[in-house]
């Protein structure tokens, strides 16, 4: 058994389906993405559940982008802003140690996070994420279970 492993691991790739699939009883994220790249991924349809089971620092879906890439994706000159990814139809259930569904952590952009329903926290956001996007998702909120935040704030100006 690998231990923090997630289900789906992506790093420096791009344009990738992740689609119509069951993913439950996991140590750590369902779906992880390292990086964005270059950006435009699509996930949906999934189901995620039972994640995080030997951690509680993170959510069933989990992403970082720490290093920033020069890419042809978004404009064929260059550019170092991805693609947006998309994230649509999941069911996500968030329990054991996953504070919230999307745990978009460590600067993570350009992700547009809509028509989910998901059980716990909807969304974390932090330490330099940018032009996100979530909307029109269903948050069924749980009773606290001591390590949860619940945030309302907005994103930053620009």
Not at 111 to 131: A, F, P, R, W
Request: glycine fraction near 12%.
């Amino acid at each position: 058994m690998q231990l923090q492993s997630s289900c789906v691991f992506q790093a420096k790739t791009a344009t990738t389906t992740i689609e119509n699939n069951l993913f439950y009883n996991g140590p750590r994220a369902g779906i992880n993405f390292n990086d964005h790249f270059g950006g435009g991924d699509n996930v949906t349809g999934n189901v995620i559940f039972n994640q995080c089971r030997e951690s509680g620092d993170h959510g069933p879906m989990n992403s970082w982008d720490r290093q920033p890439f020069f890419t042809d994706l978004r404009d064929p000159a260059g550019s170092w802003n991805p693609l947006f990814t998309e994230t649509s139809r999941n069911i996500i259930i968030a329990t054991y140690g996953g504070s919230q569904g999307f745990d978009n952590d460590d600067g993570s952009t350009w992700e547009h996070i809509h028509d989910n329903v998901i059980y716990g926290e909807g969304l974390k956001q932090d330490y330099g994420g940018h032009d996100s996007i979530y909307e029109n998702n269903l948050n069924l909120v749980h009773k606290y279970d001591g390590q949860n935040c619940f945030n309302t704030a907005p994103f930053k100006d620009g």
